[in-house]
């Protein structure tokens, strides 16, 4: 079980790396995470500021040097002024007392040395007090991962990304500052470090004794305590980065794959049903598409299914026509009465009219079905399609026994539906010539179109009414079965397919409508005709 569990997970990691979707989230996630990290780092305009800074305070701190030197480190020779080294460094000594014990690890305080005129070193602080770096032993005790990274890090002297290179040399600025001016550089010291510097003359009357370097690299070792303060931090961002594309990886890319995959196995395999239920379950946009898609290929099925049906029932019924067809010719080869022959071949003419009838219905209805498929739904009056529909079948002036249609009632306004008007159409007349059907000579066929008004919005509700012998009660739900015949007496044999009700059923089912029987009731709870009830919902309706 282990097995299988440690295998999936591998193939789950193999699919993420093959993912185009889980590459892209990693490369933006870690892309805006390396800009944070390198600004972080650079820390550019920190560094200007505090080096502009850093010259202007050494400036100061030299300047009182120099001061102070000329006044009591400076001798007035014969016939020229000198220095006086003794009382130099003891200047030094006093002015620069060493770095107090518990100091910021590195701080030294700014490093001060004096030059004579002839570029010998007089005093240096570094000197005078024996500076030593010093380099902490290893710890021996395991430390948790947070500590070991801080101490890596503050073992760090400096970290440089950008280019730089030194401004100036210490003994040009001795040079510039033996000429009377006030030197200052950028460079790195004998340990490496970045420093920055001010030379100072040491001028008497009109006369440079020597020179004052004050120098510090505090710029450096700040810069280097904000970069590894920030590196915890970074490490956790990246770690939190990963984590998160992991996880946008695992619950994007990995069901995405799952998807695509079940696609192409039903392609491949001639599969009717997409099933994916760990991904359909799920409470986003990507269990909503796991959910459209199967609902789409349950469509599929069901469409399939229902071509499967439907030639099944298509070829049972051309079956009997024809099995009819052949009783009767067979027959008539056998006799030899003219009367019996002419019997058969008129047995032999309807079943041919019956075929020819129940062929035509059947393209139409597959006409009809993919029409419906395939067309676009639009704003369809159907109070005006039905009131034209129904003066259409006026009877002629002298068709004195035809079955009148009649549209009772005013034409409503406003019985707008979202549908096909063509496949609505279709209904009304299938439903129209089914009554016109069943009614007896002279009789009338009632349309009425009226608007119900309902919690939803609203429906356009449609009725058609015969004056047939209606229909028996166990049957009012099989008459939309195709292929479903309930013939009254005197109507002639084949003039009706089994298909008109049915194909009605499919196209309002398709416009999210519903369609049933009623029979009407007459004096003395006898039955006067047949209602057909069709109810399509209003334009801008809920539902």
Request: glycine content about 8%; cysteine-free; overall charge neutral.
């Amino acid at each position: 079980m282990a097995s299988a569990t440690d295998t999936t997970k591998r193939e789950g990691l193999a699919a993420i790396a093959r993912s185009r979707i889980a590459r892209i989230i990693f490369i933006w996630n870690f892309a805006g995470f390396a800009l944070l990290a390198v600004g972080v780092l650079l820390l550019t305009e920190m560094r200007a500021g505090l080096t502009d800074a850093q010259f202007r305070n050494l400036r100061t701190q030299g300047e009182l040097i120099t001061n102070v030197l000329i006044e009591t480190g400076t001798v007035q020779g014969n016939p020229y002024p000198g220095i006086n080294e003794p009382a130099v460094r003891e200047v030094l000594r006093r002015l620069l007392p060493p770095v107090a014990e518990g100091a910021r690890p590195g701080a030294s305080g700014p490093r001060v040395r004096v030059y004579a005129s002839d570029g010998r070193l007089v005093a240096d602080t570094d000197v005078l007090y024996d500076r030593l770096e010093e380099t902490p032993l290893p710890a021996s005790v395991q430390t948790g991962l947070a500590e070991r990274i801080e101490r890596a890090a503050r073992q760090m002297e400096y970290l440089r990304i950008t280019p730089w290179r030194a401004s100036i040399s210490l003994a040009e600025e001795r040079t510039r500052a033996l000429e009377g001016e006030i030197a200052r550089g950028e460079r790195l010291n004998e340990k490496g470090e970045r420093v920055v510097s001010v030379t100072l003359p040491i001028r008497r009357v009109h006369m440079v004794l020597g020179t004052v370097t004050i120098e510090s690299a505090d710029v450096e070792r700040i810069l280097v305590a904000e970069r590894a303060s920030m590196i915890p931090f970074i490490v956790g961002a990246a770690v939190a980065i990963a984590l998160s594309s992991l996880l946008l990886a695992l619950f994007i890319a990995g069901p995405l794959e799952r998807l695509a995959s079940a696609a192409d196995r039903v392609r491949a395999t001639g599969a009717t049903r997409l099933k994916l239920p760990e991904v359909s379950k799920r409470n986003d946009e990507i269990g909503a598409l796991s959910q459209s898609i199967e609902a789409m290929t349950d469509a599929l099925a069901d469409r399939i299914d229902a071509n499967e049906r439907f030639a099944a029932d298509v070829s049972h019924e051309i079956k009997n026509p024809l099995a009819s067809i052949r009783s009767a010719v067979d027959a008539a080869r056998a006799v030899q009465d003219p009367q019996r022959q002419a019997q058969l071949l008129g047995i032999v003419a309807q079943d041919v009219k019956r075929l020819d009838r129940l062929i035509t219905d059947i393209a139409r209805a597959s006409h009809i079905e993919a029409e419906t498929a395939r067309g676009d739904l639009g704003a369809v009056d159907l109070g005006a399609m039905v009131y034209e529909l129904v003066r259409a079948y006026a009877p002629a002036p002298d068709e004195t026994a035809a079955v009148q249609v009649l549209f009772v009632g005013a034409r409503p306004n406003g019985a707008i539906v979202q549908g096909q008007e063509a496949p609505l159409g279709q209904v009304f007349r299938n439903l129209i010539d089914n009554a016109r059907s069943f009614s007896p000579p002279g009789g009338q066929v009632s349309v009425r179109v009226e608007i119900v008004r309902n919690r939803e919005g609203g429906l356009v509700r449609a009725t058609v009414e015969d004056e047939g012998p209606g229909i028996p009660p166990e049957n009012l739900e099989t008459v939309f079965q195709r292929f479903y015949t309930q013939r009254p007496q005197g109507v002639a044999f084949g003039g009706n397919s089994g298909l008109g009700l049915s194909i009605a059923r499919q196209i309002v089912t398709a416009h999210r409508g519903r369609i049933f029987a009623q029979n009407i009731e007459g004096e003395g709870a006898k039955v006067a005709g047949a209602r057909l009830v069709v109810e399509l919902p209003l334009a801008g309706a809920r539902g």
